[in-house]
T-cell receptor, first 116, second 117 residues
Framework: AAGVIQSPRHLIKEKRETATLKCYPIPRHDTVYWYQQGPGQDPQFLISFYEKMQSDKGSIPDRFSAQQFSDYHSELNMSSLELGDSALYFC???????????????FGPGTRLTVT | AQKVTQAQTEISVVEKEDVTLDCVYETRDTTYYLFWYKQPPSGELVFLIRRNSFDEQNEISGRYSWNFQKSTSSFNFTITASQVVDSAVYFCALSERGSSNTGKLIFGQGTTLQVKP
C-alpha cells in the first residue's frame, strides 16, 4: 500500500538559510498535518490543511509557512533557520475528520533537518 | 485543556515477559479519540490503534491489547510475550472533536520500551 512520501529525508542547512520540506499524502487522503519532533521529545503539531485550506495551527513559528496544493501535496517553508529548528519533521495524512469522526493519521518517514 | 501523560519514561523487560504501558489523558470534550503509535529506532511513526470515546470495549490484536477506561481516563497498552522487535518508543495520543474537529494529535511524552533477549 502507498504510504506518505516526504522529501528530502535529510537536510543540512546553515543558520539564517531557508529550507523547503515536501510531503505527498496517501492517495485519496485530503488532510495533511505537519509535526516537529525535537530530540527525545514527542511530536508537536505545527499546522494542518484540508482541501488546500489551512484547518488548524499549532506552535508554528512565524518564520515557517506552509501550503497545500491542488494535487494535495504540501510544502513546509522554513526561513531564517535557527539552531533550535534542528529536528525531525513529520508529515501525516488522513481522511478528513468531520462530524464526530476523527480518523487515524499515517505518518511519513520524516525529514531530519540539521541546522549548523 | 487537553493533555496526555505517560508516566513511565523507560521500561526494560526480558523477552517473553508481558508489559503494560500506561496512558492517562485529560480532556473536557465528550467526543474524542485516543491513539497509540510506535516509533522504532529507525524513526518512523507507526499507527497501532484508534479508539473513540464512546467505545470502551477492550481490543486485542495478536500480542497487543488495549484497555480503555473512561472512569479513570486511561488507555493502557499491553504487549504479551514481548519480543526484541517490540523495542521502540510508544506514544499515546489524543484528538478532541472540539469546535473545529481538525483531528490534530496531542502526544504524550512517550515510553521507551527495551526488550532484552
Amino acid at each position: 500500500a502507498a504510504g506518505v512520501i516526504q522529501s528530502p529525508r535529510h537536510l543540512i542547512k546553515e543558520k539564517r538559510e531557508t529550507a523547503t520540506l515536501k510531503c505527498y499524502p496517501i492517495p485519496r487522503h485530503d488532510t495533511v498535518y505537519w509535526y516537529q519532533q525535537g530530540p527525545g521529545q514527542d511530536p508537536q503539531f505545527l499546522i494542518s490543511f484540508y482541501e488546500k485550506m489551512q484547518s488548524d495551527k499549532g506552535s508554528i513559528p512565524d518564520r515557517f509557512s506552509a501550503q497545500q496544493f491542488s494535487d494535495y501535496h504540501s510544502e513546509l517553508n522554513m526561513s531564517s533557520l535557527e539552531l533550535g529548528d534542528s529536528a525531525l519533521y513529520f508529515c501525516a495524512s488522513s481522511y478528513h475528520s468531520s462530524g464526530t469522526a476523527i480518523y487515524e493519521q499515517y505518518f511519513g518517514p520524516g525529514t531530519r533537518l540539521t541546522v549548523t | 485543556a487537553q493533555k496526555v501523560t505517560q508516566a513511565q519514561t523507560e521500561i526494560s523487560v526480558v523477552e517473553k515477559e508481558d508489559v503494560t504501558l500506561d496512558c492517562v489523558y485529560e480532556t473536557r470534550d465528550t467526543t474524542y479519540y485516543l491513539f497509540w503509535y510506535k516509533q522504532p529506532p529507525s524513526g518512523e511513526l507507526v499507527f497501532l490503534i484508534r479508539r473513540n470515546s464512546f467505545d470502551e470495549q477492550n481490543e486485542i490484536s495478536g500480542r497487543y491489547s488495549w484497555n480503555f477506561q473512561k472512569s479513570t481516563s486511561s488507555f493502557n497498552f499491553t504487549i504479551t510475550a514481548s519480543q526484541v522487535v517490540d523495542s521502540a518508543v510508544y506514544f499515546c495520543a489524543l484528538s478532541e472533536r472540539g469546535s473545529s474537529n481538525t483531528g490534530k494529535l496531542i502526544f504524550g511524552q512517550g515510553t521507551t520500551l527495551q526488550v532484552k533477549p
